[in-house]
Structure formats: structure tokens, C-alpha cells
């Protein structure tokens, strides 16, 4: 399989699939939930730079966060998981409302 050409932001992403950013971000913080090579950084002359998915990377953030939500809890849970700030938690899972109406 040929390697993508393309690397998007993860606000790009966002928009793309029509996630919550904090969520992607979340995801992606952990780099074992995305194949190998599919998730990249970035240097953009800040300090940390920012981090971009290949077009396989953005499947597989599809596929995973559609696996993550038939889970007991679903994203709610990941996110408790995770050990994400309640407030973050609630904007996110606000978005998730949106999703479903």
C-alpha cells in the first residue's frame, strides 16, 4: 500500500469528521491507538509543534471512536478512563448529543 502524501492537523481532522477536537486529542494522546506511522508530529516553530494524521491515520481514528462508543459507557467512559477533567468530559459529551439528533 502506498504511504499517504498528506498529513491533516488534528483540528483539520475535526472538522473533517465531525468530531470534538478535545476528543481526537484525547485519542491521539496515546499513540498506540493509532497505527504506526499514521500519526505523526509536526514542528510548526512552537515549542511543541502539533501533531497531524495520514489519511489511514484518520480511518483508523474513525473506526476506533466508532468501536470506543458500542463500548459499556462509551466515550463518556473512555474519557473517565482516561482521567479527563470533568469539564472537558461534559464539552465533549455535549457534542455528543449533537451527533445523535
Known sequence: MARSRFIYTLKEVAVMIGENLELIEEVTANSDNIAEGELVYVRD?????????TENGIDDLRDLLA???????????????EQCDLEMIERVMADEVKRVL
Open 67 to 81: 468501536d470506543i462508543r458500542t463500548w459499556d459507557g462509551g466515550i463518556r467512559q473512555f474519557l473517565v478512563d
Open 45 to 53: 516553530g512552537s515549542e511543541d509543534g502539533t501533531k497531524g494524521l
